[in-house]
């Protein structure tokens, strides 16, 4: 048994499909009516817009406001006063616009009386709206910035002229009378602040000095740190010296006890109580007094060597000097040793002795240094609490300090500001009017300005329109369009079939009948017109191969009903009246209908050949067109998709391309089941057939895709149902719910059987 996986299948060729999308060019081009008739409509509604609009009228003057007070120039080069016009002149353009401006303009020249406003109760809130003010020269740095552009609009060009100079006259008015107000307050704020500042900065100063005099801060160290902490460290260091000083004596005085204990000799336990560095020190200095002694011996020896060599008197002198230096050194050391290791009895008497008198005097240092050590605790315990005391001391100078020189702070900028106020209190502001108001020029509505907006509008509606519409259609119109969003070549358009149930009655060699499907008009009708499409099909098919034969080429569709086995049969046919041996695989396993069309029989086939229950030459057809021959799908098995999967098919397709020179297999749709998939990766490649429908370009598109996603070789589209009575011309066909009918009453072969009853009697 074959196995049943793909994973000897051969790798998939490289698609030729492109996933395309129209282009808005396209669309609009194709919809361009939508578009004029957007435009046209717009411009017609621009021009009655312009028509009932009501003219309106703008008049402008311009005002220069400057400073009357003495700091308008408080620094040099460029223009000096651009950095103040900055801090002023914005609340100005606020101010000139403000209700209360305004409404004393409307009183005071008595502005409801103007025709602008006859129907109107107050005009103050229609001036405001109409009235605008911004700097000269906007933001151009080098124009100047105390200059305010004032501008009104309105419905009479003499009113408008009567409105801004209102405004102006009411402006100049309020900062002639606000002003000097408002400095002469700001004075006499700033004084009290500055009396009262002064009184609370003497309080702070008294107390501060009150508190001085009771806590004086007389304890600090050089570098401004407590002096109590600075004496904690200090007897912290002793304390820690004396505990190692008393930890060292401990030890020697129990390593004398476990001696004692243990039995060792009294000389060693005299080394234990006797410091260690003291015997160190004598060998140490016995050592360096003998390096000393002989080093200068050694030099004079090499240097005799060198120059008189080893038998020379000289040479000989020195060296009984270095032994008889060595000699001496060891008699001292032995010495020094015998004072260690008497082992006569009164030298040990002495040597216990001097252990009893080493041993209590270290006991007397002990508690010497216990008693020193008590001491320092008390002692440092009363510089921790002076040491306490002083950080609160400390902390509340800090206060004290912090709080006079905010107080100070504070004082110096009132002042600063009270000599500043001081300074302009006389002063202010001033509006001088620099271009007087005009007589109102009208300014909309401007014609061009909406006939052309009135235009875009349309325009861009009918676009959105074109758009959307193209975005709902979901149907080809024309072949072209096919070639366009498919991205993939149209290789033939097959003319609208009539069909009919009557099939067509043929003899065979033999003279005996056979029914052959009426939709084969390449053989019974091979001067029709459907037959040249079929036949210009199989020319493009050549032209796609580049003459090759011995090429495998799979025929699906996106839906069924969209004439795949109608195409792949005349195409087989036209393909053998070439001269082509070509055999044609019924791959659709779910719906056979080759067979039938040819008038053969189904009783084995491909489901057969593929599970090895039948041989190639038990399968395969022959039928009354000469070079052509057909394998039947058989009896329809209970797992088609898994069977087409089988590495046997791929097999069966090699032994076909040596036998053939075309080898066409017909499959089912590609949405309706996944057995196309299954089979695209072993072909050469793939004809996509569609029937143009309603809503058949969804469809068209994801088989597109899924071909796409499988990588396969991609010879083109053929267009079915081209003609008056086609998709093209008026939508002849609804879409199918192809995936249901497709995969309904495909687990029973009764339907085979009958079809198969049905044949042999027609035979007899």
């Not at 006859?118 to 103050?124: E, K, Q």
């Not at 509505?445 to 709902?472: E, F, K, N, R």
Request: glycine letters at 6%; one cysteine or more.
């Amino acid at each position: 048994m074959m196995n049943t996986t793909m994973d000897n299948a051969p790798a998939p060729l490289e698609t030729s499909v492109s996933v395309t999308s129209r282009n808005i060019l396209q669309i609009m081009l194709q919809h361009k009516w939508l578009i004029v008739l957007g435009a046209a409509l717009g411009l017609v509604g621009g021009i009655l817009v312009y028509a009932q609009k009501q003219p309106v009228y703008q008049s402008n003057a311009s005002i220069l406001v400057v400073k009357r007070s003495s700091d308008a120039l408080p620094v040099s080069g460029g223009d000096p006063r651009s950095s103040y016009f900055e801090d002023y002149v914005a609340t100005h353009l606020v101010l000139i616009k403000s209700p209360l401006v305004v409404s004393t303009a409307v009183e005071k020249k008595e502005l409801k009386k103007l025709k602008s406003f006859a129907n109107v109760s107050d005009p103050t809130g229609v001036i405001i709206g109409g009235l605008s003010a911004s700097r000269s020269g906007g933001k151009d740095d080098s124009a100047p910035k105390n200059i305010i552009e004032l501008s009104y609009r309105g419905i009479e060009p003499g009113d408008t002229k009567l409105v801004i100079s209102a405004v102006i006259a009411s402006y100049r008015e309020f900062l002639d009378a606000t002003y000097q107000n408002v400095s002469n307050n700001t004075v006499q704020l700033i004084t009290n602040a500055r009396d009262i500042l002064t009184k609370d900065l003497k309080q702070k100063e008294d107390a501060y000095r009150t508190f001085r005099a009771n806590n004086p801060l007389m304890w600090r160290g050089p570098d401004g740190t407590n002096i109590h902490l600075m004496r904690i460290k200090e007897l912290q260091q002793k304390q820690t010296g004396l505990d190692s000083r008393a930890e060292e004596i401990r030890q020697r005085i129990l390593a004398i006890q476990k001696a004692k204990i243990e039995g060792k000799s009294p000389t060693a336990i005299l080394s234990l109580a006797t410091r260690p560095f003291e015997r160190e020190a004598k060998e140490t200095a016995m050592e360096k007094e003998l390096e000393a002694t002989l080093f200068p011996l050694y030099l004079k020896e090499k240097a005799l060597l060198q120059d008189y060599g080893e038998d020379h008197p000289e040479v000989i002198r020195v060296r009984e000097q270095i032994f008889m230096t060595k000699n001496y050194f060891d008699k001292i050391d032995t010495i020094s040793k015998r004072q260690y290791d008497d082992s006569s009895e009164d030298a040990t008497k002495r040597i216990e002795k001097k252990i009893e008198a080493q041993v209590e005097m270290l006991k007397h240092e002990l508690a010497l240094l216990e008693s020193s050590n008590n001491a320092l605790v008390n002692v440092i315990e009363e510089e921790s609490r002076k040491a306490r005391n002083l950080e609160h001391i400390e902390f509340q100078d800090d206060s004290y300090r912090a709080d006079i020189a905010r107080t100070n702070r504070v004082l110096e900028q009132t002042l600063k500001r009270l000599e500043e106020i001081s300074l302009i209190k006389d002063g202010g502001f001033e509006a001088k009017v620099i271009t007087e108001p005009s007589i109102g020029y009208k300014v909309s509505p401007v014609m061009t300005q909406i006939v052309l907006s009135g235009l875009m509008l349309g325009l861009v509606a009918g676009m959105g329109l074109a758009y959307l519409l193209d975005m709902a259609d979901k149907s080809f119109r024309t072949p072209e369009e096919i070639r366009k969003r498919l991205g993939l070549p149209i290789v033939g358009h097959i003319p609208y079939l009539a069909h009919t149930n009557d099939p067509v009655e043929l003899l065979d060699d033999s003279g005996q009948p056979i029914q052959i499907d009426a939709s084969l008009c390449a053989l019974h009708r091979p001067n029709s017109m459907e037959a040249e499409a079929y036949r210009s099909v199989r020319t493009s098919l050549y032209f796609s191969t580049q003459g090759e034969r011995h090429k495998v080429i799979q025929v699906t569709s996106p839906n069924m009903s969209d004439g795949k086995s109608t195409l792949i049969a005349n195409l087989a046919i036209t393909i053998a009246q070439s001269g082509r041996r070509v055999v044609l695989i019924d791959a659709d396993l779910r719906r056979p209908r080759v067979h039938r069309m040819f008038g053969l029989s189904a009783k084995v086939g491909l489901a057969q050949l593929i599970t090895d229950v039948a041989e190639i030459p038990d399968v395969i057809q022959k039928t009354i067109i000469p070079n052509l021959s057909i394998l039947p799908a058989g009896p329809r098995p209970s797992n088609p998709a898994e069977l087409l999967t089988h590495q046997r098919l791929a097999e069966i397709l090699d032994v076909m391309r040596d036998q053939f020179d075309y080898v066409l297999v017909d499959t089912p749709p590609l949405l309706a089941v996944s057995d196309p998939c299954a089979v695209a990766p072993r072909v050469d490649g793939v004809i996509l057939t569609i029937r143009v429908s309603k809503n058949g370009r969804p469809s068209a598109e994801r088989a597109r895709d899924i071909l796409a996603g499988l990588k396969v070789h991609v010879f083109g589209v053929v267009v079915n149902g081209v003609g008056k009575q086609g998709a093209m011309s008026g939508y002849g066909y609804e879409h199918y719910e192809y995936t249901y009918s497709y995969t309904s009453d495909y687990t029973t072969t009764d339907n085979d059987e009958v079809q198969e009853t049905k044949l042999s009697s027609n035979r007899n």
